[in-house]
């Protein structure tokens, strides 16, 4: 059973940058899609970034392309979101998700473990 836990939210003024983490235990990550999604209030969770199995492959929602870059390190078992020219609209709380097939899945029903969340704010 992989856990995943969440860290680096916090909060920050509109154009700065934060970098979250995702670490895991109880597994390894190597042949996972991982992706990070996030849930605005009031909103649905969303996905934001999703990487393959392999690192070749990568997915930004169109509201973070350009801004956000998500990366894996299999040695370490983490994947990261490093997230740049943070807006205000970005506020959320946001989540690492593991998926057991290594293609990747662009809406949260494709994974199996989800991390507890980690909050972003980014005020104006």
């Known amino acids: 059973q992989v856990q995943l836990v969440e860290s680096g939210g916090g909060l920050v003024q509109a154009g700065g940058s934060l970098r979250l983490a995702c670490a895991a235990s109880g597994g390894t990550l190597r042949s996972y899609a991982m992706g990070w999604f996030r849930q605005a209030p009031g909103k649905e969770r969303d996905v934001v970034a999703v990487v393959n199995w392999s690192g070749d492959n990568t997915y930004y929602s169109s509201a973070v392309k350009g801004r956000f870059t998500i990366s894996r390190d299999d040695a370490k078992n983490t994947v990261t979101l490093q997230m740049n020219s943070l807006k205000p609209e970005d506020t959320g709380v946001y989540y690492c998700?593991?998926?057991?097939?290594?293609?990747?899945?662009?809406?949260?029903?494709?994974?199996?473990?989800w991390g507890q969340g980690t909050q972003v704010t980014v005020s104006s």
């Open positions: 998700a593991a998926r057991t097939y290594g293609n990747m899945y662009l809406t949260e029903s494709g994974y199996d473990y």
